[in-house]
């Protein structure tokens, strides 16, 4: 038996989003071309040619639907029903990092595996049609659901519960031989794969990062993978316990025996990487925050990293900037749809960012990253999938 939602509790959404989406319960509308689907900002533009691929990031992975609890008055207990003040929906997984690439203005690819059910449809509508991510690697699979997580938000922390299944075909056969691109990212999993390898060797860039392992084995086969990676970017925890080291800059020398650049990310207390074509260290601090919900934080990390390095950016500014991006999401509610866009980061500058005289110097890079002109601004996620107008 259930009880009565408590007044006010009922329906309010996780983000702030427009008047026209709020009334559809979806983001923003569908656009037509790959200007708008970047939101008006490309920081690549200066390089593309005749002759640049199609796509400048190549993602694989699972997409979850992420339903978010937030506004918990305690965490849940057993025999006990409560009621959250805010729910938002959006996809999940490797959807963090593709949207967060495709905010940032990266023309951007995924391949995965999508559900033919309801789920499945709203998260491939809201990659496709409102985040600008090209679909065209992923497959719709009869007889597989979406795998589903449900977070719930309490205290600037989450708690998960997910479900779901492998993916139905290995992503070697999914992906087959990629489509050129300057980058691909992925996270390195138990077994080996081809298309990683068969991308670098036609020139593109790969960036990885790494899950938590389950069994707490920390396999060092994990590590031999690193063979075929440009950047690595484990957190703390991840890169200790596969280093079996204790402490970060510990693990950070030991992955640098691995791999050309080494981030590890300490959470709020910000990042630490080396670069061993350069022969630098760098460590930056965490950007103080109103935290809310950290789903996601280190994807959008990863996708802010990887667009600074594509870009050609000192090893600090891409730290400086995938730490603040990273900051910025977990303003917001809802892993992927959390991931900030160019007007975000410009709002950040002018309140905030200028307005402090160490930060100032600190991000002043960002200034001349920053779109010229008025940019759109991203959406948050919606308490429902499939809500619709009233008639």
């Given at each position: 038996m259930t009880s009565s939602p408590p007044p006010g509790a009922a329906d309010q959404q996780a983000g702030e989003t427009t008047a026209s989406a709020a009334a559809e319960g979806v983001g923003r509308p569908a656009l037509d071309d790959a200007g708008d689907r970047s939101l008006g900002h490309d920081p690549l533009g200066a390089s593309r040619g005749v002759r640049s691929p199609a796509h400048d990031v190549l993602c694989a992975g699972q997409v979850f639907l992420d339903i978010i609890f937030t506004g918990l008055p305690s965490p849940p207990a057993l025999g006990r029903e409560i009621w959250a003040e805010g729910m938002g929906s959006c996809p999940g997984g490797v959807a963090n990092v593709a949207v967060a690439l495709s905010r940032l203005g990266l023309r951007t690819a995924l391949a995965a595996p999508f559900g033919a059910d309801a789920y499945g449809d709203f998260c491939w509508q809201i990659l496709e049609e409102e985040e600008g991510v090209d679909l065209s690697p992923s497959r719709r699979f009869?007889?597989?659901?979406?795998?589903?997580?449900?977070?719930?938000?309490?205290?600037r922390d989450r708690a998960l519960v997910t479900h779901g299944h492998p993916s139905p075909i290995p992503y070697d056969e999914l992906i087959g031989t990629p489509a050129p691109c300057r980058a691909v990212v992925r996270s390195l999993r138990d077994q080996p794969e081809v298309w990683p390898t068969l991308a670098?060797?036609?020139?593109?860039?790969?960036?990885?990062?790494?899950?938590?392992?389950?069994?707490?084995?920390?396999?060092a086969a994990t590590l031999q993978?690193?063979?075929?990676?440009?950047v690595f970017l484990p957190n703390a925890a991840e890169a200790m316990a596969y280093t079996r080291t204790d402490n970060p800059d510990r693990a950070l020398s030991a992955l640098a025996e691995h791999v050309q650049i080494a981030v590890v990310t300490l959470g709020s207390d910000g990042a630490i990487a080396t670069d061993q074509t350069t022969g630098e260290t760098v460590r930056v601090p965490g950007l103080a925050t109103d935290a809310l919900d950290p789903t996601g934080a280190g994807d959008v990390f990863v996708a802010a990293?990887?667009?600074?390095?594509?870009?050609?950016?000192?090893?600090?500014?891409?730290?400086?900037?995938?730490?603040?991006?990273?900051g910025?999401?977990?303003?917001?509610?809802?892993?992927?749809?959390?991931?900030?866009?160019?007007?975000?980061?410009?709002?950040?500058?002018s309140e905030t960012g200028a307005a402090d005289p160490q930060l100032g110097k600190a991000y002043g890079f960002v200034t001349d990253l920053l779109p010229a002109g008025a940019v759109k601004p991203v959406v948050r996620a919606p308490a429902t999938i499939g809500l619709r107008p009233d008639r």
């Open positions: 009869r007889g597989w659901h979406s795998p589903v997580t449900i977070s719930m938000a309490y205290e670098r060797q036609d020139g593109a860039l790969v960036l990885a990062d790494v899950g938590w392992d389950p069994s707490e084995n920390w396999s993978q690193l063979e075929e990676v440009d990293f990887a667009t600074g390095t594509l870009a050609g950016w000192p090893l600090e500014y891409r730290l400086r900037f995938a730490g603040l991006c990273a910025l999401s977990v303003r917001h509610f809802g892993g992927s749809l959390s991931a900030p866009g160019w007007a975000d980061i410009a709002t950040w500058w």
